[in-house]
Nanobody, 115 residues
Framework: QVQLVESGGGLVQPGGSLRLSCAAS????????MAWYRQAPGKQRELVAT???????NYADSVKGRFTISRDNAKNSVYLQMNNLEPDDTAVYYC?????????WGQGTQVTVSS
């Protein structure tokens, strides 16, 4: 079973930046698709960005050009660099691992964008 632990959330002013990290246990990380999701209060969880084992990335339209997902297979870690943050980016951000039919979720990290 894969354990995922997120870190890096916090309070930031509009226009600021944060970098989220997600550390994974287990041996399937390098062949898994990793993703970041987020859930704002009163809203459904939504996909923010994905990165395949080979490094191909996809982004939600709302974050394109502002967020960058990356991974370091040697460290079993995935990252989300968030720039030019907006109040609508406020949410709990979750790390997700997917390999075949197996999925694992982290506990989430809060990101609050406010002046």
């Amino acid at each position: 079973q894969v354990q995922l632990v997120e870190s890096g959330g916090g309070l930031v002013q509009p226009g600021g930046s944060l970098r989220l990290s997600c550390a994974a246990s287990g041996s399937i990380f390098s062949i898994s698709t990793m993703a970041w999701y987020r859930q704002a209060p009163g809203k459904q969880r939504e996909l923010v960005a994905t990165i395949s084992g080979g490094g191909s990335t996809n982004y939600a339209d709302s974050v394109k050009g502002r967020f960058t997902i990356s991974r370091d297979n040697a460290k079993n870690s995935v990252y989300l660099q968030m720039n030019n943050l907006e109040p609508d980016d406020t949410a709990v951000y979750y790390c997700n691992l997917e390999w075949r039919r197996y999925r694992s979720w982290g506990q989430g990290t809060q990101v609050t964008v406010s002046s």
